[in-house]
């Protein structure tokens, strides 16, 4: 005889549980966050009996449930999991359970949920995938088909999809959430609230995530930070329009107090499902930590570095050319730079914007990817050549999801720019939206980069997209339907054909700098632009966040001249320096333009750069909870604790004359380190008389300190200047 324990389904990883109660008419989540065990069957019959909430006053006449397809017919009353309709009937949906398949990996941990239903009210097939991974990741699919079979009622009526959302509940003692806003040169800037009673809706509107986009929702208890709190958090690994949402109900969600969620944000009539239609959600990423962000930042990090496509080379240091010679394409400035590039161990060249027919400005070009002959009469070769004979790689930059009106290509074929009929909205950046989910305009970028991949062997391509999509519409067949949904699609089939067909090529994603980071798009790529602005007192702050998400050696970070191009503000170099040294570093300053003394100290930081890349690059990432936000500590540790790298910087002046004893996180309470400042870049200028004690000596040498010290009761640290950073080397010594 089978119990209703069980029913019980639980997969574990890495700390985590998630527990699922396989039962009619649709499934429930029983349990998310930290692992509770063995699954037996006394723990799955304490939590079917603990699962049903009260009957409330003024509610339906049963408890109200919150199921892994949570609708109105269970008493829910807040966003549904699946929101549609046939020509405006068949709204209410009552999927019920038709098939489930279990399996459970023994050997690594986790494994998978399939969960199909079957809804004869608005005649779809829906498949729910639950996956949780080795490092704890919990990846929720959804695919709807129209099947016409399931409702004669409706006949063959098409089905208009509204949104399909991947949703989890939350328990009582998640009550802050935290989030992500921003601009161009500031992403990924935190914002934190009080989880009250409502939806916390966020929507990404621009045709990507965005410079603003949120990027990572996360909801914990109160005061969490990098290093303490339980966090459940969720990412929607989706390159278009996203939708991001932290719900709370007075009368809670079943058992639980709240529910976040994400899925993609549709325009109206993007997804009308025919009989035999499917459409396949895109994967939400759900991840809980008992240890703050950072903890959720490492199972991200470990989820990406495990895959088979992720780069296992030393990530060679770069130059590109933008911010050193902008449209000004000539061969013997060209080759003065890459030979000074050579002398100070760049690896990596790559010739940005400017190589292609017309384009000697912004507002012309994009979409005639030909070599300007007026400006190379020779083509690249001679520039390819002069690199590789300092044995360095090759690098070109494209931006093929535009088009300028002013090109070729849009005198050639107007109606291949995404927009109305009716016509064109307004230019952003002088530049319009290449329509590339037509076939013709997709095999025409396919073959002009294939080819040039081709002839010159290229090794890595910086892929740009510098506007927002508005009215992203397509006027080729269907009459001005939304196409932002197989715009992306699209593109994910271009960058897959090309690694296919040039399996050594490494691609990079820059949307304006950073208006398109996520995972669906990492899944294509090697590396991600964080932003456009190499102001190291921006920057430090947009990368701190940016690795909540993506490990550092994905992450490129580029030293800039003195005076930003994008802020206007003069740093000092080794400011400059520290704050591009520790993630896929490079190079944006004219090194031509630049003495000899300061093109030593370049050097010797290229070499600091070798030196640690093979831990910053493997390493756990940690971050310091400061009350000081002048000041940030931020360090990438070695996993055995036997090594680590920190960076103590300083952004403002404070209140506080000094910080106080700071705690480092990450190291082994238990070890013996050997701490060094390294000061190979410089010395930070402080705002003080005399350094602490340990500090003059750790300048001059290594200096022998318990870990017990440097993770239970910290260190002083100096107090800095603003706009200046110092490194701190720490190295297991009691082994």
């Known amino acids: 005889m089978t119990s209703r324990a069980d029913t019980v389904v639980a997969l574990r990883a890495a700390g985590v549980s998630f527990v699922l109660e396989i039962g009619q008419p649709i499934p429930r989540i029983l349990h998310w966050g930290a692992d509770l065990g063995a699954s037996t069957p006394t723990t799955a019959s304490a939590l079917l009996l603990t699962a049903g909430p009260a009957q409330l006053n003024n509610s339906p006449d049963v408890p109200r449930t919150f199921s892994a397809l949570p609708t109105e017919y269970e008493g829910w009353s807040g966003t549904p999991a699946l929101a549609g309709h046939a020509q405006g009937r068949a709204t209410t949906p009552r999927p019920r359970l038709s098939r489930h398949d279990v399996e459970i990996d023994g050997v690594r941990g986790g494994g998978s949920i399939e969960l199909e239903f079957e809804d004869a009210l608005a005649g779809l097939r829906t498949t729910l995938r639950y996956r949780l991974d080795e490092h704890g990741v ?38 802050e959430i935290l989030d992500f806003t921003g601009k161009w040169c500031r992403e990924r800037s935190p914002q934190r609230t009080p989880f009250g009673f409502g939806t916390h809706l966020r929507a990404a509107h621009r045709g990507k995530p965005g410079h603003d986009s949120p990027f990572l929702l996360a909801a914990g208890t109160a005061g969490f930070g990098f290093g303490h709190g339980e966090v459940w958090a969720v990412h929607l690994a989706w390159s278009g329009e996203q939708r991001y949402l932290a719900e709370r109900l007075t009368e809670g969600a079943g058992a639980f107090s709240s529910i976040i969620g994400a899925g993609e944000e549709l325009h109206p009539g993007e997804i009308i499902l025919e009989d035999g239609d499917r459409y396949d959600s895109p994967t939400a990423l759900f991840i809980w930590s008992d240890h703050g962000l ?105 931006e093929p999801e535009m088009i300028n009106l002013d090109s070729d290509l849009a005198r050639a074929h107007p109606d291949w720019v995404l927009g109305p009929a009716e016509g064109l909205g307004p230019e952003s950046r002088s530049q319009h939206v290449l329509d590339i989910a037509r076939p013709e305009a997709y095999e025409y970028l396919l073959e002009r980069i294939d080819a040039l991949v081709s002839e010159h062997s290229i090794d890595y391509l910086k892929w740009d997209h510098n506007r927002d999509l508005l009215e992203a519409v397509s006027r080729e067949t269907d009459g001005d339907r939304p196409s932002v949904h197989r715009q992306t699609q699209a593109l994910y089939r271009l960058l897959d054909e090309l690694r296919l067909r040039h399996r050594a090529l490494e691609i990079e994603t820059c949307s304006g ?87 030593a100290v370049i050097a010797r930081w290229a070499g600091l750069y070798r030196e640690f890349r093979g831990l910053l690059h493997s390493g756990r990432v940690v971050n310091a909870d400061l009350s000081d936000q002048a000041t940030a500590l931020a360090g990438v540790v070695a996993h055995d604790g036997s090594e680590a790298l920190f960076t103590w910087s300083r952004f403002a002046t404070s209140a506080g004359g000094q910080s106080g004893r700071v705690r480092f996180p990450g190291l082994d309470a238990e070890a013996v380190y050997s701490v060094r400042i390294r000061e190979d870049l410089g010395a930070a200028s402080r705002h003080q008389g005399n350094d602490p004690a340990w500090v003059a000596d750790a300048v001059t040498g290594s200096i022998e300190l318990p870990g017990s010290v440097l993770v239970g009761a910290g260190l002083p640290l100096p107090t800095l200047n603003p706009q200046q950073a110092m490194l701190i080397e720490i190295r297991r010594s009691d082994t």
Do not use: K
């Not at 030979?339 to 017309?358: M, Q």
């Not at 456009?532 to 007192?537: G, Q």
């Not at 990368?543 to 740093?571: D, F, K, N, Q, Y």
């Open 513 to 599: 700098g950073g208006g398109r980071i996520d995972l669906g798009i990492l899944d294509r790529t090697d590396r991600v632009w964080a932003s456009d602005c190499n102001d190291p007192v921006e920057r430090i702050q947009i990368e701190r966040w940016t690795r909540s998400l993506v490990p550092p050696e994905l992450i490129g970070s580029h030293l800039g001249a003195a005076r930003s191009h994008t802020t206007a503000r003069t740093t000092d170099l080794s400011f400059r320096l520290i704050a591009a040294l520790t993630a896929h570093a490079g190079i944006e300053q004219d090194l031509t333009a630049v003495d000899d003394a300061e093109l």
């Open 294 to 398: 950072d903890a959720i930042s490492d199972r991200l990090h470990r989820r990406l570095r495990s895959r088979a496509s992720h780069p296992r080379s030393p990530r060679p240091l770069v130059l590109n050319t933008w911010e050193a010679v902008y449209f000004d394409h000539d061969l013997a400035r060209l080759t003065a730079l890459v030979e000074r590039a050579a002398a100070v161990g760049v690896e990596r060249i790559v010739l940005d914007d400017g190589w292609f027919r017309g384009r000697r400005e912004a507002d012309a070009g994009l979409g005639d990817w030909y070599v300007d002959e007026g400006v190379w009469p020779q083509g690249l070769a001679p520039l390819v050549d002069i690199v590789r004979a300092h044995g360095m790689e090759f690098g070109l930059w494209f």
């Open 138 to 175: 919990l990846a929720v699919d959804t695919s709807v088909v129209r099947d016409a079979r399931l409702s004669p009622r409706l006949g063959s009526t098409a089905y208009t999809v509204d949104s399909v959302l991947a949703l989890i509940p939350l328990p009582e003692r998640a009550t």
